[in-house]
């Protein structure tokens, strides 16, 4: 298993912003595809964005693209998620993943106000 610690959570106004980062331990971070997906209450997991582990390539759920961008930082084995133009179907639980690893960390909670 990888140790993931997700970080950068809070409440914030429709329209604002936060900056949410996935920190891991584990030094093959530089060659695996980070994942972000998120989980609201109630509702399944879904599929946020991804990015391959030279930051070259990354992909987004139609939802965010626009204002969610998803970048890393090797050197750190930290990936970042900003998150831009809040809105409020954006509340939610969101973890990062690891490709080659199954577990997922705790995550960081998003509270958006109208």
């Known amino acids: 298993q990888v140790q993931l610690v997700e970080s950068g959570g809070g409440l914030v106004q429709a329209g604002g912003s936060l900056r949410l980062s996935c920190a891991t331990s584990?030094?093959?971070?530089?060659?695996?595809?980070i994942y972000w997906y998120r989980q609201a209450l109630g509702k399944e997991r879904e599929f946020v964005a991804v990015?391959?582990?030279?930051?070259?390539?990354?992909s987004y759920a139609d939802s965010v693209k626009g204002r969610f961008t998803i970048s890393r930082d090797n050197a750190k084995n930290t990936s970042y998620l900003q998150m831009n133009n809040l809105n409020l179907e954006d509340p939610a639980i969101y973890h990062c993943?690891?490709?080659?690893?199954?577990?997922w960390g705790p995550g960081t909670q998003v509270t958006v106000s109208s």
């Open positions: 993943k690891q490709s080659g690893y199954d577990n």
């Open positions: 990015i391959n582990w030279s930051g070259s390539t990354t």
């Open positions: 584990v030094r093959a971070f530089r060659r695996a595809d």
